[in-house]
């Protein structure tokens, strides 16, 4: 069973179009990251959130971390072919620091 | 602040050789934590260390194995090693500050296993 669930798995929309990737677990995280990686590279971190109902926005990117600390999502606004690549949500259960679960990501297309 | 690095980036081996990957973390991080990625089964973690001691493990075979020294650099080791280990190994190293548990990583070992 994996902790961490992604959806989709898979999105390809056009240039200028808005999307929301989610990541829902049934156990409660202390934190949880969102990192973007581009193929034969490593995953490179766009954002923590730690408190409960946390929203967080980096430029066209909006990051919202659950009440309950169980879930977050992602979400794009007017999304361009630089945005292209997997997103990974990752997560430390609490009192489980140093040991992070991932999902198994979002491919996401950006097609101009 | 120089970033994290890995060593070698490609490596190809063959069946039932061994392997070594080295790991330079960001300086001042104490916690390296290793993965290993593949297209079916996503990111799954390995092992983590922290000042020199294993912390965290995954569910690996004991052919995985690692260590961390006193400044912090990682190495891992695949022992007898399958085809089903090829994989794009990567390391992640973290400060741990505040209880969060970002990692930053490098840039990976693309190994080959024939």
């Known amino acids: 069973t994996q902790l961490l669930e992604q959806s989709p798995q898979f999105l390809s929309i056009q240039e200028g179009e808005n999307l929301t990737v989610y990541c829902n677990s049934s156990?409660?995280?202390?934190?949880l990251q969102w990192y973007r990686q581009e193929p034969g590279e490593g995953p490179v971190l766009l954002v923590t959130v730690v408190t409960g109902g946390e929203v967080k926005k980096l430029k066209r990117l909006t990051f919202q971390f659950g009440d309950a600390r169980k879930d977050s999502s992602l979400h794009i606004t007017a999304a361009q072919p630089g945005d292209t690549g997997l997103y990974l949500c990752?997560?430390?259960?609490?009192?489980?620091?140093?040991?992070?679960?991932f999902g198994d990501g979002t491919t996401l297309t950006v097609k101009p | 602040k120089a970033g994290v690095t890995q060593t070698p980036r490609y490596l190809i081996k063959t069946r039932g050789q061994q392997v070594t990957l080295s790991c330079s973390p960001i300086s001042g991080h104490r916690s390296v934590s290793w993965y290993q990625q593949t297209p079916g089964q996503g990111l799954q973690f390995l092992f983590e260390y922290f000042s020199e001691t294993q912390r965290n493990k995954g569910n690996f075979p004991g052919r995985f194995s690692g260590r961390q020294f006193s400044n912090s650099r990682s190495e891992m080791n695949v022992s007898t090693l399958e085809l089903g280990d090829s994989a794009l190994y990567l390391c992640?190293?973290?400060?741990?500050?505040?209880?969060?548990?970002?990692?930053?990583f490098g840039p990976g070992t693309r190994l080959t296993v024939l």
């Open positions: 992640a190293s973290s400060s741990l500050r505040a209880g969060d548990n970002e990692q930053f």
């Open positions: 990752a997560g430390a259960i609490v009192g489980n620091a140093g040991k992070s679960t």
């Open positions: 156990s409660v995280f202390s934190s």
